[in-house]
């Protein structure tokens, strides 16, 4: 198992280095850094230009791509990143604050998603093909094809223009983490701002998770061992609990660290719908100004998280699956 | 219990023989909600179709109504059935026309991307190796990033490419908008076919053509992808409402297609009613948003109908 894990840990950063490279390439060739550099600072001096050359790393010519690319790497690991080309920002403190701002958002929707989700999952799969089953999967398949900016926009009219109107005031707002103007730390606050984005994200986590679950503990009910626990006389109860119960968890837990590290890269068109200031919204600002040096550490940081949850989710199914052979 | 009897053909217990197709169709009359939505969705789409009769106006023509004096920003009425919109036009003439396009985009990204997924993925899965390995982990890695922001890079790393711009026109146009929806769509095709793919190859019959002397080819074109027409159904069906939702995503942040050419779609429509609607004109977003999901729903539904109908140990109940 540790011999596993190690060899599979072993290649985690040769594949960051690999991914994070095409990205530079991808970013490099799509967004033209210094073009993009100049647009944004109109008068700006040819020796400046020439500092943020070097300082991102951006020389021309094949090799200077492979050079570059490197000496960015090493301005990244030493935690000397060049700032934002607009406003000219400390882009490692921004970017902390949105990951912070999308974990919060991102954990609790998943939480929520995860606990009513798998409720709702053994709740249909229990009496399958009955009405309460049809009831949460129809319901499942409606949540999963309405489109988060859909729900999104319907919730903002709702409970912020239409509540304004009818009653003289907004029940939820509909943007930022604070209001306008706010300092400090304020947790009714902060919790009644992120409401409506949690619900949103919420209603398609709840939908995957009472699907995956329904139809993972379906797989398990149907199995020999489960008429094996039945027959040898072992409670209902005991053996929906712990022979069908524990088994079904397994590819659900899967999907929820999958699930943690998408949560990472922020949930972007909830993020961008309701201008919260999470990662999500901190690519689209920055893909908007085509600014290189806010993008390049966004993408490290999701390429780092999508890489680490995926072996992590491996680790925890050959874990938890004694069945799983460890090639 | 009267039904019983089609009950049981359905589930495939009739002494008759019936051929997979035939069983399949049965148990996909079975799923109420998809059997609806079929009707539904044929019901929109020959609607839209002859667009020529049943729009009352042209997609950029202005309504003008003699009693009243301005034409903006009309709430429904006789004269425009939904209302019209910032500069006068029939939004119910917009939206038919928008539904047009977005189901062309819809449906055009899904067909190249299934033909582009089945043929990679069949490949991967019959012959392993080296291929096999770089397109999944090619796929596994544009699977795991966030879908809008591969969707995005790739966007301008093909926008600044002269010949692709050339072939299929540029960042703005809807032939862009399909390119980009396939390149993105073939990958999670390609994971449906190759696992179909190893889980058909072992079989007698594919052991059986290869005794015989057929070539991959041969296999491939005959008995792999006949017998993969279940996936590849669902899997069209995902695609034509995903490129149809990312259409509208882009377009709401931006990056759809461009609305200067005088076309419109359904993410057009829906990103321009997000500020009309705060100002009150609530018909700009309804009839947009209410085409938008009713296209999903129905094809949503009619997916799930056609996964119980092809693969009957998932779903369906009678598990």
């Known amino acids: 198992m540790l011999r596993y894990a190690l060899r599979r840990a072993v290649w985690l950063i040769p594949t960051i280095v690999l991914v994070t490279f095409l990205v530079y390439v991808a970013l490099r060739l799509g967004t033209d850094p210094v073009a993009s550099y100049r647009r944004t600072n109109i008068r700006v001096s040819k020796k400046k230009i020439d500092q943020y050359i070097a300082a991102n790393g951006l020389y021309t010519g094949a090799f200077g791509y492979i050079r570059g690319y490197f ?21 490692f403190a921004t970017l902390k604050d949105a990951l912070a701002n999308s974990l919060r958002l991102g954990i609790i929707a998943s939480l929520v998603g995860i606990l009513l989700g798998n409720m709702l999952g053994v709740f249909a799969a229990l009496r399958p093909g009955r009405l309460r089953d049809t009831v949460v999967n129809s319901s499942a398949l409606v949540g999963l094809a309405v489109p988060p900016f859909v729900s999104a926009l319907l919730l903002q009219l709702l409970f912020a223009v239409y509540w304004q109107k009818w009653f003289g005031y907004a029940l939820f707002p509909v943007s930022g983490v604070y209001p306008p103007g706010h300092q400090g730390f304020n947790l009714f606050l902060m919790l009644k701002h992120m409401f409506l984005p949690v619900v949103v994200v919420s209603i398609q986590s709840i939908a995957v998770y009472s699907r995956y679950m329904r139809a993972s503990l379906l797989d ?36 929820a660290f999958l699930d943690v590290g998408a949560v990472v890269g922020g949930l972007i068109i909830t993020e961008g719908m309701f201008e919260y200031p999470g990662m999500g919204r901190f690519f689209l600002i ?42 | 219990m009267p039904e019983q009897s089609s009950l049981d053909q359905a589930v495939g217990l009739s002494t008759e023989s019936l051929s997979p197709g035939r069983l399949a169709y049965r148990r996909f009359l079975t799923h109420r909600g998809a059997v609806v939505s079929v009707f539904v969705l044929a019901l929109l789409v020959l609607w839209v179709l002859l667009s020529p009769v049943t729009a009352r106006y042209g997609v950029n023509e202005q309504v003008f109504d003699i009693s009243q004096g301005a034409n903006q920003n009309l709430p429904p009425s006789r004269i425009a059935w939904f209302g019209t919109d910032i500069i006068g036009r029939d939004v119910y003439s917009r939206v038919l026309y928008g539904v047009r396009v977005s189901l062309v985009i ?56 002269g010949w692709i711009t050339w072939v299929v026109g540029t960042q703005g146009s809807l032939r862009f908008m399909v390119f980009l929806f396939a390149i993105f769509g073939w990958m999670s095709v390609a994971r449906v076919l ?21 070539s991959n080819t041969r296999i491939i074109m005959k008995h792999l992808l ?44 829906v990103s321009g009613s997000k500020s009309a609607v705060r100002a009150g004109y609530w018909w700009l977003a309804l009839y947009p948003f209410a085409a938008l999901l009713i296209i999903t729903l129905c094809v949503s539904f009619i997916g799930d109908g056609l996964r119980d109908a092809f693969d009957p140990k998932h779903g369906g109940g009678r598990a």
């Open chain 1, 286 to 327: 920055a893909y908007g100004n085509g600014d290189f040096p806010e993008m390049m550490p966004w993408m490290v940081v999701i390429i780092g998280s999508v890489v680490v949850f995926n072996l992590l989710a491996d680790i925890a199914y050959a874990k938890l699956d004694p069945r799983i052979r460890l090639a």
């Open chain 2, 226 to 269: 006949p017998n993969s027409i279940g996936p590849m159904l669902v899997s069209l069906s995902l695609g034509v409402v995903g490129a149809i939702v990312s259409e509208a995503t882009l377009s709401l942040f931006g990056y759809g297609p461009d609305p200067g050419t005088g076309a419109t779609s359904l993410g057009l429509l």
């Open chain 1, 220 to 255: 398990v009910l149907n199995s020999e061992y489960m008429r094996t626990a039945r027959s040898k006389g072992i409670s209902e109860r005991r053996v929906l609990v712990h022979h069908a119960l524990r088994n079904a968890l397994i590819p659900v837990t899967t999907l």
């Open chain 2, 106 to 161: 819809g449906i055009a990204s899904a067909v190249f991307s299934l033909a582009l997924g089945a043929v990679v993925g069949a490949i991967a899965g019959l012959k392993g190796g080296l291929f096999d390995d770089i397109v999944m982990r090619v796929t596994d890695i544009f699977l795991a990033f966030p879908f809008l922001v591969a969707l995005l890079v790739i966007r301008n790393v093909f926008g600044k490419v």
């Open chain 2, 194 to 214: 190759r696992a179909q793919v190893l889980s058909l190859k072992e079989r007698e019959f594919v052991e059986a053509a290869r005794a015989l002397g057929a």
């Open chain 1, 71 to 91: 000496s960015w790497l090493w301005g990244f690991v030493t935690l000397d990143w060049p700032r934002s080309i607009k406003g000219s920002r400390d882009v």
